[in-house]
């Protein structure tokens, strides 16, 4: 059975930094598009950055861009979100998700896999 569990959530400062990892099982997920969703109180699921099988092609949110870094280890089927200079408003739970190709890697719906979830809040 597939599966997507992230860890690595948790409470930090504002100006501080968090890394949230996300591994994989039940497949080799090394040839599939891996991305970070979030998911605020009250609002809805948005992306923040995805990656290729690869490593060449990654792409960011515009709110995240310079701070976040997204990054994978294929031998260790695990993707990794590195947060630094986090702020309030990067307070939400963090999902990670996989699907096979690169196309639309914004749309939650293009994505075949989801994990659980980790809960990141950056007090102010």
């Known amino acids: 059975q597939e599966q997507l569990v992230e860890s690595g959530g948790g409470l930090v400062q504002a100006g501080g930094s968090l890394s949230v990892s996300c591994a994989a099982s039940g497949r080799t997920f090394s040839s599939y598009v891996m991305a970070w969703f979030r998911q605020a109180p009250g609002k809805t699921r948005e992306f923040v950055a995805a990656i290729s099988w690869s490593g060449s092609r990654i792409y960011y949110e515009d709110s995240v861009k310079g701070r976040f870094t997204i990054s994978r280890d294929n031998a260790k089927n695990t993707v990794y979100l590195q947060m630094n200079s986090l702020k309030p408003e990067d307070t939400a739970v963090y999902y990670c998700?996989?699907?096979?190709?690169?196309?639309?890697?914004?749309?939650?719906?293009?994505?075949?896999?989801w994990g659980q979830g980790t809960s990141v809040t950056v007090s102010s």
């Open positions: 998700a996989a699907k096979p190709y690169w196309s639309n890697v914004k749309s939650a719906n293009e994505y075949d896999y």
